[in-house]
């Protein structure tokens, strides 16, 4: 596989060919010196049409505590806009001799679409409302290590996993509905029905429309980021009326069963998808998954970049 | 993107992998001997070191870490208790890690601090001397032991580089085509060191 596009791409035997790796990558990055040589001489370009603080600083550390070299190529208030500026963007950074780029772009599709462009290994760190496959695999990591707190020989498959918020625009979602059933896990898709994909009668989940009849009997909640920008688009009347029906809030934390675990990738709006108490208690797995995102990116990034050189 | 699923050949002349050895091969020490040179080399730690303080041993995986299992064993039972054990994977640390498809990474596990310690790397076979500069590699991005010594089973000369091992199980002279195949029962069906002629080459008569 030269590309990661989309969470879709993987097997399941390449998912935990990633996540066992990530488990090593985690152990380096506890280490005083976090640096492993592993692809010295190597060059990665992150190349991010869109705001970001995780994901673009979790590769740039990726990256380099590989020994790679990491640009940061920010388009943010450029003239790049999609179609011929874009690949003439991609071609350029491909022309200097790099060996891999790392793109978020608002455009759906934008990654697999450079990646037809050029010969060198293209990552998709997030593309409009499609795919963020490498948050997926944070994710899996995440509630894998939270499930072998308990259980050292625990895995995701058979484990229910909720995933509750703005379904409609959420790459996060779809990421994670392909990558978690490769696993094996059972999924509940929970939305109000204005936020529900078209055609998600067609994945392979449950769906309700009722946090609170779901919360009772899942493994994993996990939040999506309410959109503010959505909040005009007539999909919920007012954050308020959000918070009471689909918000994890103090009382629907009661609701969990022991030991589930709540997800969210972030960034939270606290009190309107997920409350301070949600966020902050001990059951959060929020910061864990964002320490896993460095060593899943690392983990990638050596999976892509680490074998032969006359690929 | 898939990594090689074979276990990694890391004791740099050793052959990993349990599948049933040659049946030209030799068996140069079988299990019983293969426990008296633990003994021995235990002793031998021992002695340079002047007992076991301070002492740190770190197996390379794969079967380096059956051996440093071994010898702490031997080593608890003379001082009373094991040293720290830990184990420390060097894969990517290789020289050759661009030249092969991606290889699966081993677990690296360090007891505690190895600052001023006595750090005995242990491995299975030593051949090129390309595992252990790797090793050495690996570990200055974890510390600074006081000293780090050598220990393996097997020293089948071939050196590339100016290593050395403090403490070897035995010396045994190869010609560099054949095979030297360390098992233990951890990892393997049997617990042995064979040394097999160099694979049959296509049409050639039994």
Known sequence: ???????????????????????????????????????????????????????????????????????????????????????DTVLTIAAMGVDAMVIRHSASGAPAQAAAWTQIPVLNAGDGTHEHPTQALLDAFAIRRHLRRSDPEAEIAGKKIAIVGDLTHSRVARSGVSLLRTLGAEIVLVAPPTL??????????????????????VDVAMM????????????????????VGYGLTRDRLAKLKPGAAICHPGPMNRGLEISADAADAASSLVLEQVAAGVAVRMSVLYHLLGGEEDQ | MTTDPAPQPTGDGGDTGTEASDSRARVVLDSEEIGRTVTRMAHEILEANRGAENLVLLGIPTRG??????????????????????????????????????????????????????????????????????????????GRPRAIRLAVLVDRGHRQLPIRADHVGKNLPTAAEERVRVRFAETDPATEVTIEPEPRKEGERL
Do not use: H
């Open chain 1, 196 to 217: 529900m994909p078209s055609g998600v009668g067609t994945w392979p989940v449950s769906l309700s429309t009722d946090l609170d009849e779901v919360l009772g009997e």
């Open chain 1, 1 to 87: 596989m030269r590309n990661l596009l989309s969470a879709a791409d993987l097997s399941a035997e390449e998912v935990f060919s990633i996540l066992d790796l990530a488990e090593e990558m985690s152990e380096v990055q506890a280490r005083p010196i976090k640096k492993l040589p592993a692809l010295r001489g190597r060059t990665v370009v992150n190349l991010f049409f869109e705001d970001s603080t995780r994901t673009r600083s979790s590769f740039e550390l990726a990256g380099k505590w590989l020994s790679a070299d990491v640009i940061n190529v920010s388009a943010k208030g450029s003239s790049v806009s999609k179609g011929e500026s874009l690949r």
């Open chain 1, 224 to 243: 999506l980021r309410v959109q503010r920008e959505r909040m005009s688009g007539g999909y919920f009347p007012t954050p308020r009326e959000y918070t």
């Open chain 2, 65 to 142: 870490v059956p051996l440093a299992e071994r010898l702490a064993g031997a080593i608890g039972a003379v001082e009373g208790t094991p040293p720290p054990l830990g184990q420390l994977d060097i894969t990517m640390y290789r020289d050759d890690l661009r030249r092969q498809p991606t290889r699966s990474v081993g677990r690296t596990s360090i007891p505690n601090s190895i600052d001023d310690a006595t750090v005995v790397l242990v491995d299975d076979v030593l051949f090129s001397g390309r595992s252990v500069a790797a090793a050495l590699d690996a570990l200055k991005d974890l």
